[in-house]
């Protein structure tokens, strides 16, 4: 078995599969980010958002919420639309994945904040999961424009422009 850190790094090896998908690199090869680099821009919009506005969460729980959202991908990588695996399916495995680690390393409060992110019930929750599709659609303006398909960025943009309304001034 891995230490802990072990485990959490290998974040920095899954890349986001959608980007893969989607063949960003335009013809010229891309660096594609991780779930960790995905998680830490994340963060960084949290700060960026919640002190602009001004927002009242419950801040520690907004961030660990980030942190963890992804960690089910340790075990079964980012699994896309692609890979047409249904919701259910995919919520099963990422918490079976999730209440791996958290049995494994006494991460309790991790396995808990996953389902609480997976509900989508309190504000702190709703908050993340816009941030998620928010630092997605940024990252999709990034790539759209390297790879000279702003197409991508419109479909995008579309696809996902009621779940960050009132956002879009971070784009």
């Known amino acids: ?13 899954v890349l986001r599969k959608g980007w893969q998908e989607w063949k960003v690199d335009g013809g010229t090869p891309m660096r594609l980010e991780s ?33 963890i959202h992804e960690l089910g991908e340790i075990d079964v990588g980012d699994i896309s639309p692609w890979d047409k695996i249904d919701l259910e399916e995919k ?12 049995r494994s ?25 816009m941030l998620d599709k928010l630092d997605t659609v940024a990252q999709c303006k990034v790539y759209a424009e390297k790879a000279h398909k702003p197409e991508m960025y419109e ?10 309304a009132g956002y879009e001034e971070f784009l």
């Not at 078995?1 to 090896?13: A, G, P, R, T, V």
């Not at 919520?91 to 958290?102: G, H, P």
């Not at 479909?155 to 960050?164: G, M, P, S, T, V």
């Open 1 to 13: 078995m891995s230490n802990f850190y072990e485990e959490l790094y290998k974040l920095k090896n």
């Open 35 to 67: 779930d960790a680099e995905h998680t830490c821009s994340m963060a960084l919009l949290a700060m960026r958002i919640i002190s602009k506005r001004k927002l009242q969460f419950d801040e520690a729980k907004v961030y660990k919420m980030i942190l």
């Open 91 to 102: 919520y099963n495995l990422e918490k079976a994945a999730v209440d791996r680690i958290a």
């Open 105 to 129: 390393y006494g991460f309790d409060e991790a396995l808990s904040l996953w389902v609480e992110f997976e509900e989508n019930k309190t504000p702190e929750a709703q908050f993340v999961k």
């Open 155 to 164: 479909e995008f943009y579309k696809r996902w422009q009621a779940r960050i």
